[in-house]
């Protein structure tokens, strides 16, 4: 879907973790329509990342480049800004979008799950934000987004490492913010809902298994009723929340946790 808004980002570069899918690949996409050269960082097969890769290009004329590190991984998620900054030059604006989820009871959760998940959900970020710092302090100029989840202001059954990963980036943006504001750099959280994206589609398909009920019908009755507009958010949304971060209107929007969220978390 097309939101209608549009932001000068010419000669300036993102790096989107997450972006090989999902609300990290729409942000992609949105910020190269804006001018943005492009750096993503995801897993997916050759093709899909070629197709990605070669899609924005043509649509959009900018450079896109494409990184696999693992971030659960922190050695990793250490080198990759400087990676990105030895193929792009800059890094203007990062989003740490990458993100997985581990639904269990804590009786059974196992430490691997929590710390592959704390490393990917958390760590990843702070490796990322303290290396691009420089560069974005240097040029009085940095944009940071973090995305967290409605679960950075709430809790849900089974899922205490998302819960804590997400309540943690939460203080970690309000604490970047702060050490940014006399800098030029925002950073701020975005809070999404539900947003029908792999990660939320295999939540729905074993919770349809475990229910016996079609996955429409699942969405619908253990989904969906937490969200007062009774519909998905559109990852076309949650990019475009992030487009108007990334903006020089929004330069004294920091340290915010934006809810995009239909309204579930006012009720
Ligand atoms: P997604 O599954 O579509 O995408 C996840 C991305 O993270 C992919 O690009 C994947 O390759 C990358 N990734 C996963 N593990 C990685 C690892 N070890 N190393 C490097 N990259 C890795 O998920 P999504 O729904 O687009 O989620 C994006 C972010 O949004 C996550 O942080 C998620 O917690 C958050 N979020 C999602 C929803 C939702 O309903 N979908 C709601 C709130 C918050």
Redesign the pocket.
Known sequence: MNMDVTVPLHGKVALI????????LETARVLARNGADIAI????SADEIEEIRTSIGATTGRRVEHFA????DYGQASRLVADALAKCEAVDILVN????QHVCDIERFSDDAWNRLIA??LSAAFATIRSAWPGMKTRGWGRIIN?A?TLAMRAENQKSAYVASKHGILGLTREIALEGAPLGITCNAIC????L????RQQVEAKAKELGLSFEETARTAFLRDLPTRRFVETAEVAATMLFLCSNAAKSVTGAAIPVDGASTVR
């Open positions: 973790t997450g972006g090989t899918s999902g609300i990290g960082n995801g897993f997916g590190h693992d971030l659960s979008c990458a993100g997985v990917v959900n995305v989840s999404p809902s539900w947003v994206t792999p990660l939320v």
